[in-house]
């Protein structure tokens, strides 16, 4: 070698020195024993091609089971391989299709793009291409539109037969689902033993329980939401609060999802269908228009700004109001030790300057109590031997004024 000439030695790059770290991805949209049966076929077949490559080191078969594919974030499997591949952990990806890949444009291009920029090789088997080609990138962007559009007609097809379902009064609470309810494989609903549970609730809730002492009573008595964890308050309201509980049901309560976000989408038309004793009653007819007739009262009582407590609350409240302001009167202790007693003061008088400046007059409980028995023509004995009963029969609401007070009987 002449003096000044470089030597110059090649080696093949970590890359080329060592196999090709193979994975692939399988993924089926539903559960059906059909599709479980493609899952599986996929899954081996990968399982057995990558191993049987000499140039190719397996890494493992990355799959999604009954999940779509418009949405890569909701797909564990996927998720998880994209992150193994950022990581340095494969070199290619083998997928049957664009379709099994994703259905989402935007979702395709990204992890794509992701993916390649890692490195990481794709090759999807049924459209013939890999993005290890720069020139296959157009055909690719392509067959990404297809498999997007092929979502989106999937997804009208389904809504159109829920649709026509829904016009013709046909549907299924779905096994497991609904509280004291299970459906057999020929689609038959029936009653099953947690319908003890939801009978509880509703004569708990008529018995004047509150959702917290409903939950708490259930759960001693051994029973469960339909998720078998502990009832809770905010399931109890959902629970009253079901037409499903009295053999009804109201179809497409939502708007159809979008086949991309999977979430109702408000700009869709759509029409609610409702069904009246299409399957088996859990709750007879009466105590359900008994229960909703409470629950519609509480609402209208809630956006009035009178929040009682059952258990808690006094039967006078949400009755008395000022005659002045028309705000509500609440109960408020007076006194201390023994001296102590129940007054009633306009909110808006105790509000002091937050208020709207009423002066209206406080009043005592025993003299309010008195005058109820007045006015329903009955003996004053005490405060203990007050004819409750009487009163709510009769008495809609009470008008405190300076001088006296106005009743207002019930219809």
Partial sequence: METGEMKVSYRKSIRESRKTRTAAYCRVSTNRADQEDSFEVQKKYYDEYIQSNPDWEYV?????????????????????????????????????????????????????????????????????????????????????????????????????????AFEQGKYSLGNNHILGYSTKHDGTIYINDDAWIVRKIFQMFLAGKSYSAIASAVNAAGGHSVTGRPMTAETVRGILKNETFVGDKLLQKRP??????????????????????????????????????????????????????????????????????????????????????????????????????????????????????DELGLPWKDTDAFPREEFECQIEKILVYDDHFEFIKKS
């Fill in 60 to 164: 493992g078969i990355y799959s999604d089971n009954g999940i779509s594919g418009t949405d890569a974030k909701k797909r564990p499997g996927f998720m998880q391989m994209v992150q193994d591949a950022v990581d340095g952990k494969i070199d290619l990806i083998l997928v049957k299709s664009i379709s099994r890949f994703s259905r989402n444009v935007v979702d395709c291009k990204h992890y794509v793009d992701l993916l390649h920029g890692n490195g990481v090789d794709i090759q999807f088997e049924k459209e013939g291409i890999s993005t290890k080609d720069p020139t296959a990138f157009l055909i690719f962007g392509l067959m990404a539109v297809i498999a997007q559009s092929e979502s989106e007609s999937i997804s009208k097809n389904m809504k159109w037969r829920y649709q026509q």
């Fill in 256 to 373: 159809p999802k979008n086949f991309l976000t999977h979430k109702p989408d408000p700009s869709v038309d759509y029409d609610s269908f409702y069904i009246t004793d299409g399957h088996p009653a859990i709750i007879d007819r009466d105590t359900w228009d008994q229960v909703q007739k409470k629950l519609s009262d509480r609402k209208e009582e809630q956006e009035r700004g009178i929040y009682s407590m059952p258990g808690r609350s006094s039967f006078l409240y949400g009755r008395v109001f000022c005659g002045n302001c028309g705000a509500l009167y609440k109960r408020r202790n007076s006194g201390s030790g023994e001296h102590m007693h129940k007054m009633w003061v306009c909110m808006e008088r105790r509000k002091g300057k937050k208020g709207n400046g009423c002066k209206n007059r406080t009043v005592d409980e025993t003299e309010l109590l008195q005058a109820i028995s």
